[in-house]
Each structure stands twice: as C-alpha cells, then as structure tokens.
C-alpha cells in the first residue's frame, strides 16, 4: 500500500491518475457521506486543505465559466457529491488506506475542475482584502511573495503614549505591511505546491488575471488563503 509523505506527493499522484484514466480497478470502499467528510475536516488536516483546494476552485468556476458550461459542471458537480467521490475512492482504496482513498479522491476533482479555469502565471501584483501577492521574474525564474499589514508593537506602544485623541493618519502608523513568504514557482499545471525560504507549504492556482491561495492553518501570523485579484 503506497503511504503519502506530503501534499505535495498527494497533488503530483492523483493528477498522475486523473491523466491515466483511472486505469486501476474500482474495489468495495464504504461510502463518502457527508458524515464522514464534516469528520475528515476536524480531523485531517491535509484533507481540510483539499477541501479549501475545491472550494476556492468552485468559487473561481462560478465567476469565470459562461452560463451554459456552468450549467453542465454544476450537475456533475452534485453527481459528485452524491456518488462520484465515493466512486474515485473506490478506485485509490487500491494504493491507499481509507482516508487518504477518501482525500486523493477530493484533490482529483480538484484537479479535474481545474482545467477548466486554470491559465499560466503572470507577472504582477493581487489583491485579497488587506493582503498582496506579487509575481515577480528573476533569472527566468518566477517568485512568489505574499505582503500584510502586521501590528507593529514598537510603534503601538510609541502612539499610545501620545494624544488619545490622534487622528486616522497617525492610527494606520501601527501596522506596517511586510513580507511574510517568498517561493519560487515550480512550472506544473493546475493546483501545485512550493515551499517558501522558510520551508512552510503553499498550494496555489494561477487562473486568468487571478491567484488562488491555500495553506495550512497557523503557518503564518495571517491568512492568506483566498482568490486575488490582479490589479
């Protein structure tokens, strides 16, 4: 039985399977019910993300797909959710234990819905909220790198000690944005992941005039998980 070490591992295996077409052969596996998923997201973290992978995806095809293809994807999508996932697990209970039969078969639909927003990465910054991704080139190599505003304590404690009656200029002096990761971008297709300088993992989508963010929880002081915009 093939045990995965990382998501990384996961998103190159089930995107390995999804190109050959399932060619291994379906097995009796319990169903993926809706029970069983709320009990995966408390309790594996490497399936809460591919949960948050479909989810941004989803939210990207709804705003991007004409009305006649999405039409066709929404009524394969709830198939899915009604007997295709726990038929794609039947498939993976082969190379997999159970749950991670259960996770590769989220992240293959993942893959799969991918291609159908995904488009090469551009140079250039995006927006989600208070946060800033930017593209940047060097060396014909693209770099990642996430921006937010972080409370800076110094500054706090030098404000408070003024005026309490200070004005909006001298408030927005207690965050500063700063650089939170930068990592380099590998070249696969739809949903991959990189490591940053500080070796925590990012999973992103480079879609048209946009980036979908994911990562675990607490890997940063913020979150940056979310669809930007490109300005």
């Known amino acids: 039985m093939l045990k995965i070490k990382n998501m990384k591992q996961l998103i190159l295996i089930t995107f390995f399977c999804f190109v050959t077409s399932f060619s291994i052969q379906a097995n009796a596996t319990p169903l993926f019910t809706n029970e069983k998923h709320e009990e995966l997201l408390l309790n594996n973290q490497e399936y809460a993300i591919a949960d948050s992978m479909l989810n941004l995806t989803w939210q990207t095809i709804i705003k991007q797909l004409p009305k006649k293809e999405l039409d066709i994807i929404k009524k394969e999508q709830i198939e899915w959710l009604e007997s295709g996932r726990s038929e794609m697990a039947s498939y993976f209970i082969v190379e997999f234990k159970e749950e991670e039969a259960f996770m590769v078969s989220v992240v293959a639909r993942v893959q799969q819905l991918s291609q159908k927003i995904w488009q090469p990465a551009q140079e250039g910054n995006y927006i989600f909220e208070d946060k800033v991704i930017t593209i940047t080139k060097e060396d014909d190599n693209l770099y990642l790198q996430g921006y937010a505003n972080i409370i800076n304590p110094m500054l706090t404690q030098n ?52 980036i979908c963010i994911v990562h675990a929880p607490n890997a940063f002081p913020v979150s940056f998980q979310g669809v930007y915009k490109k300005q």
Do not use: C, D, M
């Open 159 to 210: 404000t408070s000690q003024k005026n309490t009656n200070k004005n909006t200029k001298e408030k927005k002096k207690e965050t500063t944005k700063q650089l939170l990761f930068r990592a380099e971008l590998p070249q696969e297709k739809l949903w991959i992941a990189t490591k940053t300088v500080a070796n925590q993992t990012i999973y992103f989508l480079t879609i048209n005039e946009g």
